[in-house]
């Protein structure tokens, strides 16, 4: 199964595609090295923080296992400016990283030798304002 993996650091994210079966079966809030998923990330600790499923449901921290639960919010996952007092029911998968898992989040506890910047030089560049304007007629 291909994951998408978002990697974050204070001043940016980096992503990737990879397959990675050594996550599944992690929860979210583990930390492992980052050479599990790419060997370039050796000596990087990295930090599950979230993701979604297949479906776009997010993972939970508070729910338990693979299954799909309803769970009563008050704030977060999809609460926007919220009026005192309400609640919504919303759709929540557990926290452990399954095959039905698409994209995981990730942040950087401890940095390595080699920044992400270049582990990931394609995502450094900046946008060519060609790709940005579009075309006059």
């Known amino acids: 199964m ?51 499923d297949i479906s776009g449901i997010p993972l939970s921290k508070d729910v338990e296992g693979l299954a799909i639960k309803g769970k009563l919010l008050t704030k977060g996952f999809g609460m926007r400016d919220t009026k005192k007092g309400l609640r919504l029911r919303k759709s929540l998968r557990g926290k452990q990283i399954s095959n039905t898992t698409v994209q995981i989040n990730m942040k950087v506890v401890k940095a390595g030798k080699t920044p992400l910047a270049e582990v990931f030089p394609d995502q450094n560049k900046p946008k060519e304002a060609s790709a940005a304007a579009p075309a006059a007629k």
């Open 2 to 52: 291909v994951f998408k993996f978002i990697i974050s650091e204070k001043e940016k994210a980096y992503r990737m595609e990879t397959e990675a079966e050594s996550l599944v079966g992690k929860n979210v809030g583990d930390t492992f090295d980052g050479k599990e998923i790419k060997p370039e990330l050796e000596g990087y600790q990295i930090e599950i923080t979230g993701g979604s």
